[in-house]
């Protein structure tokens, strides 16, 4: 049973980079929701008795996957990033004011000259 979890995990690994790849923000939304639905089933598979011996290698080559997917996603978030500054726009800094609210700086920045 925990080997059809850990085939599930690893496609769902494989669909999520071919959406960072590719862009598809929609797939990425269902590969992620399906990443962690075979997470959440693995651990229940595993819960009380670990894992055998022979998977731990296939659990690391899946932590691999996951973390080179995590290092494309935060890439790919610097070049939104990069993008929406030069726009004239940035995100909110994730932090909140003395007054509970959170700050969004926006500088206006002439995209040409007349």
Request: charged share 30%; hydrophobic share 40%; net charge negative.
């Amino acid at each position: 049973m925990t080997h059809a979890f850990l085939q599930r995990l690893s496609a769902a690994l494989e669909e999520e980079r071919r959406a960072i790849v590719e862009h598809d923000v929609e797939a990425l939304v269902r590969c992620t929701q399906d990443k962690l639905d075979a997470l959440r089933a693995l651990e229940s598979a595993a819960a009380g008795f670990g894992f055998p011996d022979d998977l731990r290698e296939s659990l690391a080559d899946l932590a691999e996957k996951n973390h080179a997917n995590g290092i494309l996603l935060a890439r790919r978030r610097r070049e939104v990033n990069w993008a929406l500054r030069h726009l004239g726009r940035t995100e909110s800094h994730g932090a909140y004011d003395a007054q509970g609210q959170t700050s969004t700086t926006s500088a206006p920045r002439p995209l040409a000259v007349a």
